[in-house]
């Protein structure tokens, strides 16, 4: 079993700023990818930024020069620091881990989400 818990969600006005955190426990071999991704009531939930392994980073074009993700490997936790925060950034936000456990002497994958995070930006 993989756990993840987020953190750092809240209320912050137009222009604020504010930063996520995700810590992953539990059964894990390896992280191959971490993600932040978000849902905005009536709409799918949508990718909003990842890192792999090796340190490659994605930004979808909506929070580009704006957020930046982080990871901390040591600590199997990934960050997400958001800047210029706007109306359209209110969202639940989520983290996702995809990885490799240990089943017996067997890798298995596994792809875990946190529980959600509130973000709304509002005056």
């Known amino acids: 079993q993989v756990q993840l818990v987020e953190s750092g969600g809240g209320l912050v006005q137009p222009g604020g700023s504010l930063k996520l955190s995700c810590a992953a426990s539990?059964?894990?071999?390896?992280?191959?990818?971490m993600s932040w991704h978000r849902q905005a009531p009536g709409n799918q939930r949508e990718l909003v930024a990842s890192?792999?392994?090796?340190?490659?980073?994605n930004y979808s074009d909506f929070v580009k020069g704006r957020f930046t993700i982080s990871r901390d490997n040591a600590k199997n936790a990934v960050y997400l620091q958001m800047n210029s925060l706007n109306s359209e950034d209110t969202a639940v936000y989520y983290c996702?881990?995809?990885?490799?456990?240990?089943?017996?002497?067997?890798?298995?994958?596994?792809?875990?989400w946190g529980q959600g995070t509130q973000v709304t930006v509002s005056s």
């Open positions: 890192i792999t392994r090796s340190g490659n980073i």
């Open positions: 996702n881990i995809y990885g490799e456990r240990l089943i017996g002497p067997k890798i298995s994958n596994f792809d875990s």
């Open positions: 539990g059964n894990i071999f390896d992280i191959l990818r």
